[in-house]
Every structure is written in C-alpha cells, then in structure tokens.
C-alpha cells in the first residue's frame, strides 16, 4: 500500500493502539487527524509527530460517547478540506463488573462510543471513499469480539458487533476499491485495563505488535485479524468446536483467573 501524502482520521489516538497507530502511520509518511478527548495529549502527540515527521497533523476534540459527535468530526473535516482516506475507529473502553452492578449511563456511553460512534463515522466517511473508488476502514475489536465475556457483557457485545459490521462491509466494498478490516486484539499493554479498575496478569502484546499486524493484515486484502497464536486458537478454532454453554463456562473459568 503507498500511504504517502494520504490522511488518517484515528479515534481514541491520545494513547495506547491509537496512539500507535499514529505513529506507525506517520513513519510511512500519511497526515494524520487525531481524535480523542484529552486535547492536551493530542497536542503534544501532534507537535511530536509534526516534528519528527514533518507531516501535517490536525487534532480534532470529540467525546465520541456523545450523540452526533462522530457527524460532528466528520463537518470539522470538511471545513478544514481534510480528504479521508483511511479511517481507524480505534476509540473504545469496557465497563467490569456484574451487570446490575454496573451504573447504566456507563453502559449506555460504552454502547454509544464503541458502536454508534463507529456507524456514524463511516456513513459519514464512505460517501467520498466510494466516489473515488478507494479507501480504507479499519475497525478495532477484540478476541471478545468471537464469544461473550462475563462481567464484560456489553463489552464483548459491542466486539461481536464490530466483527460483524466489518465483515458486511469488507464484502459489501471490496469490489468498490475499499478494504475493511475488523483488527481483533486480545489483551494489549495499554491504559484499557486502567480505565475497566482491573488488570491482566500476564501475556500482553505490545500496542506495536498489535499494529503492526494489524496493517500486514489490510495490506494482504484480509478482512480479520487476531494478533497472536494463543488468541487466535482461543477466538477462531475453540468457538467451533466446543457448544456455546462449554465455551461460555471455559471463558468465565479462564478470564477470572486471567485477572489480577
Ligand atoms: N488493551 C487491550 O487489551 C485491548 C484488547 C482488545 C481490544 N482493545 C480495543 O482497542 C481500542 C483502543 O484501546 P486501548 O487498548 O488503546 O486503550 P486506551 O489506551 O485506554 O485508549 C483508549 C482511547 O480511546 C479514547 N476514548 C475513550 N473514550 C472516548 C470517548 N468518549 N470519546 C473519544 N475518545 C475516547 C481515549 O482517549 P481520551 O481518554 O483522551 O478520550 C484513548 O485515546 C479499544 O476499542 C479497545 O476496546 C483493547
């Protein structure tokens, strides 16, 4: 793929895979609009990668959990002239906890951020993708994102859904020039694990791994792709193999002792 001189618009980009992805992408020499809420980190982050890099860097602030927040984006690029060519909804966090337990507003906003955020973005972005016939989505998911995950309910609820929009589109788009790829990560060493209050013990790719992988994949025309061995025999061949209930009991089993 030649990324030169092309734009990225990446969610959640002030730290962790986004902020990675920012940096892998400014080494191949494409623009980069950053979004996020902490506008400070995005600042930095962009004067960084201006400096490094000398490409051009926008930062765009969003709580993307909000309504109209992604359209809202999409207007700030169109009236700066930024023409998007690869799109990285990226931006997501997990609740943790016992259903009932869990206050609804922060359901309701995780559902928000990591679902509707990503539809309104990418019916905002494809229209000119589909008109030059050429573009690139990138969808951040998850191992969760092949089977439920108790106490993270919603959370793997919202993965199985980015899977399946991604893999829609990926066949709906790819004879329209745009490649769609659903990048499905198992645990990454992040600030993801801050956010939910509960961390994993151990067997934490790193955000580059996890990139890096992630953009071989769309570079070979695939249309998933799980980072790592274990996470994929864990995501792609155990949950055909083994009934649902099995599968669920195994899970609940694995990730209680997978946490601190
Ligand atoms: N780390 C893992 O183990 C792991 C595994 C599988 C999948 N993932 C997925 O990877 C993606 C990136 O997460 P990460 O691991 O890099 O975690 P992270 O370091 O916590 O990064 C999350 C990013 O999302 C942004 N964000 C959070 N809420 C937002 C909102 N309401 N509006 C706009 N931006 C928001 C954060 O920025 P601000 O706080 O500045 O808004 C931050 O830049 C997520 O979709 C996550 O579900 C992570």
């Not at 765009?60 to 927040?69: C, F, K, M, P, Q």
Request: net charge positive.
């Amino acid at each position: 793929m030649d990324y030169t001189g092309k734009t990225a618009l990446i969610t959640g980009a002030s730290s962790g895979i986004g902020e990675c992805f920012a940096h892998e992408l400014a080494i191949r020499g494409m623009n980069l609009v950053l979004v996020a809420r902490s506008e400070d980190k995005l600042q930095s982050l962009a004067k960084q990668l201006y400096q490094q890099h000398r490409i051009q860097v926008t930062v765009i602030t969003a709580d993307l959990s909000r309504e109209g927040e992604g359209l809202r984006v999409y207007k700030e690029t169109q009236a700066r002239q930024l023409n998007i060519d690869i799109l990285i909804n990226n931006a997501g966090f997990s609740t943790n906890g016992m259903f009932e337990a869990i206050p609804p507003e922060q359901d309701h906003q995780q559902v928000m951020l990591n679902v509707v955020s990503i539809v309104d973005l990418t019916h905002a972005f494809i229209p000119t993708m589909l008109a030059k016939g050429e573009g690139v989505i990138i969808n951040i998911g998850s191992t969760t994102s092949f089977y439920s995950l108790p106490r993270q309910a919603v959370y793997a609820a919202t993965k199985a859904f980015v899977l399946s929009f991604s893999e829609a589109l990926w066949m709906e788009y790819k004879k329209r020039g745009i490649k769609v790829l659903a990048l499905c990560p198992g645990a990454t060493d992040t600030n993801f694990f801050d956010a939910m209050g509960r961390d994993v013990v151990a067997g934490k790719h790193s955000p580059q791994q996890v990139v890096r992988i992630g953009l071989r994949a769309l570079e070979q025309g695939r249309h998933y792709v799980i980072p790592g061995f274990r996470n994929s025999f864990e995501s792609n061949i155990l949950p055909r193999l083994l009934p649902r209930a099995v599968m669920a009991t195994l899970v609940e089993s694995v990730s209680r002792r997978a946490f601190k």
